[in-house]
């Protein structure tokens, strides 16, 4: 069990971080490619400048990661992971608003999400987060959600 004891906090991913996040990218609805491709993930994820990769750092351990790929009309996926054992305790949830702000800096209007059909906890915790289901992708749930800052403002009345 991870215990917690000081604050959560986000840095940009750096190559010594590839070996302790891998594992993590093997869950439902995760995956690395394969081959030579797999081999040069980080250094591809480091060399795009449309992906913003963040790793989340609790008592000076790694405990999840978090990307954002950044489309041309300013939509981006999303993939976000928390370590196992560090799970159920809030941080999932800070590593999403972390992200939001970032989005937001960077002018992004969206955020999709492709889940896994069988990935019950990733479904219920992206629709807590504002997403909402947009179709299916293959074998994927796509859920959306806008990225503006009034986004939990009530709506005005005209």
Avoid: K, Y
């Avoid at 400048?49 to 790694?62: H, S």
């Avoid at 999303?78 to 960077?106: D, E, I, K, N």
Wanted: aromatic letters at 6%; proline letters at 6%; one cysteine or more.
């Amino acid at each position: 069990m991870f215990e917690v004891a000081g604050p959560m906090h986000l840095r940009p991913f750096a190559l010594a971080d590839a070996g302790a996040i891998e594992p993590w990218l093997n869950g439902p609805g995760l995956s690395l490619p394969s081959g030579q491709l797999r081999r040069q993930w980080p250094q591809r994820l480091l060399a795009d400048t449309r992906i913003v990769a963040l790793v989340a750092e609790a008592n000076g351990r790694r405990i999840g990661f978090v990307r954002l790929d950044c489309g041309p009309d300013r939509i981006a996926e999303v993939t976000l992971v928390v370590a196992p054992g560090c799970r159920r305790f809030g941080f999932g949830s800070g590593m999403f608003h972390a992200a939001l702000l970032q989005a937001r800096r960077l002018g992004l209007r969206g955020l999709v999400a492709c889940i896994d059909l069988t990935n019950r906890a990733a479904l219920s915790f992206f629709a807590e987060q504002g997403f909402v289901q947009d179709g299916l992708v293959g074998d994927r749930i796509r859920m959306r959600r806008m990225v503006h800052v009034a986004d939990q403002a009530r709506p005005l009345d005209i």
